[in-house]
DNA sequence: GTCGATGCAAAGCATTTGCACAGAA
DNA sequence: TTCTGTGCAAATGCTTTGCATCGAC
């Protein structure tokens, strides 16, 4: 699952087997959250939201957000500046963060031999991995030079 | 440092080189909190603190905690559970968390391949890392059979 | 006697929930 | 018409803060 349309459609299946009714918010809030790309917070999917439905609040994005995740069109991701964020479903590819201390961008990578490893540690106490979280924090090493930096 | 002892020398000598006080209270946490071994939250520490301190709140524990962790003695750790934990800070050895979903029980690691390839895939893009979190979630291959297994 | 620390209650944030009403089916 | 979804406000859980008082130096 990548784009909008089969989200849309995954989404529409979910409803139909939980006997859920399909909404015009519901409908805005997943399009605003494929717009948005990825790693967006409630604050950013409501701001969006508004501009296209007025008088939607807090509660709906937070029961939307959390009927996509039990659909399966977005994940859950818990930084550390205490907001929680999601991120559309991209098929069973894993992938975790590096997060720019210095720009704030957040880039996604996954590493084949990190997750042996895992494995390993695990195996050594009896335990299988289920999930994981891993997330590197760093700073850009061109200095003020980061093509991309933002204000603090 | 390893020890209540070390911990303690280095408290007395934040204290004193930022013109600060020497308390009771802040005795009592730090002794509980080196009770208590690590991964300890705010709610396991002040139960135990009130039982020699009675009268002590929640904005004791968390001033105190705060104050460890500007002093060097304790470091913060977030997990799933929205709880922040602290555990005692042990030289300069950084480790990860490998925690049970059977049984919840928190285990540490620490691997060098893991943290090479860490660092390998930030110069890729011009990053170096600062600092990292890496938990695993996994259950149990023993299933019933863990030997620690807790109540859910 | 100063000035930082404490304890309590109130305030802050992010998130969740209760309830009356609106709107899909 | 029925029952889920929505919107608002109140409630919750964790953490922080304001303020009068306490206690270390």
Same mark, same amino acid.
């Given at each position: 699952?990548?784009?909008?349309?089969?989200?849309?459609?995954?989404?529409?299946?979910?409803?139909?087997?939980?006997?859920?009714?399909?909404?015009?918010?519901?409908?805005? =809030?997943?399009?605003?959250?494929?717009?948005?790309?990825?790693?967006?917070?409630?604050?950013?999917?409501?701001?969006?939201?508004?501009?296209?439905?007025?008088? =939607?609040?807090?509660?709906?994005?937070?029961?939307?957000?959390?009927?996509?995740?039990?659909?399966?069109?977005?994940?859950?991701?818990?930084?550390?500046?205490?907001?929680?964020?999601?991120?559309?479903?991209?098929?069973?590819?894993?992938?975790?963060?590096?997060?720019?201390?210095?720009?704030?961008?957040?880039?996604?990578?996954?590493?084949?031999?990190?997750?042996?490893?895992?494995?390993?540690?695990?195996?050594?106490?009896?335990?299988?991995?289920?999930?994981?979280?891993?997330?590197?924090?760093?700073?850009?090493?061109?200095?003020?030079?980061?093509?991309?930096?933002?204000?603090?």
């Amino acid at each position: 699952m990548h784009s909008l349309a089969e989200a849309q459609a995954r989404l529409a299946v979910h409803i139909r087997e939980n006997g859920l009714k399909h909404t015009r918010q519901r409908d805005e =809030v997943l399009e605003v959250f494929y717009a948005l790309g990825g790693h967006a917070s409630i604050d950013e999917l409501l701001a969006q939201v508004q501009t296209r439905l007025p008088g =939607v609040g807090y509660a709906t994005v937070y029961r939307t957000m959390k009927l996509f995740v039990e659909a399966g069109v977005a994940h859950e991701r818990k930084f550390q500046d205490g907001q929680t964020r999601y991120e559309p479903h991209m098929g069973d590819d894993h992938h975790d963060h590096l997060i720019c201390l210095d720009c704030s961008r957040i880039f996604e990578f996954e590493d084949p031999i990190i997750e042996a490893r895992q494995s390993d540690i695990c195996a050594g106490r009896h335990l299988r991995p289920v999930h994981h979280r891993h997330e590197i924090y760093a700073r850009c090493t061109l200095g003020a030079g980061c093509p991309d930096r933002l204000p603090p």
